[in-house]
């Protein structure tokens, strides 16, 4: 029986000080969508078609990454598709 691999979320910096909070909330969603997108690729999900809004969430949750939007999934989406 094989064991489960251990994905732990990289570290976090500060943010600067000061932009408006549409920049914030853009910034977090391209970071969690490019972690999650790691992530993915990671364990074999090359193909863009292949990542689901269920497989994305499924890898958030067993990463402890917040549940992802539709909008987070769609990044997600196109990062894959941008990595090949």
């Known amino acids: ?8 979320p990289p570290r976090k910096k500060k943010l600067p000080a000061g ?3 549409e920049w914030y909330e853009a910034h977090n969603r391209r970071l969690k969508a490019m972690r999650l997108a790691i992530f993915l690729l990671d364990t074999g999900t090359y193909d863009a078609t292949r990542a689901t ?10 990463t ?4 992802p939007s539709n909008v987070t ?4 989406r196109t990062l894959i598709r941008e990595a090949h």
Do not use: D, F, S
Not at 1 to 8: L, V, W
Not at 64 to 67: M, S
Not at 73 to 76: A, I, P, S
């Open 1 to 8: 029986m094989a064991a489960a691999a251990i994905i732990e």
């Open 19 to 21: 932009l408006p909070r």
């Open 53 to 62: 809004n269920r497989k994305i969430r499924t890898m958030a949750a067993r």
């Open 64 to 67: 402890g990454i917040h549940r």
């Open 73 to 76: 999934c769609r990044m997600v």
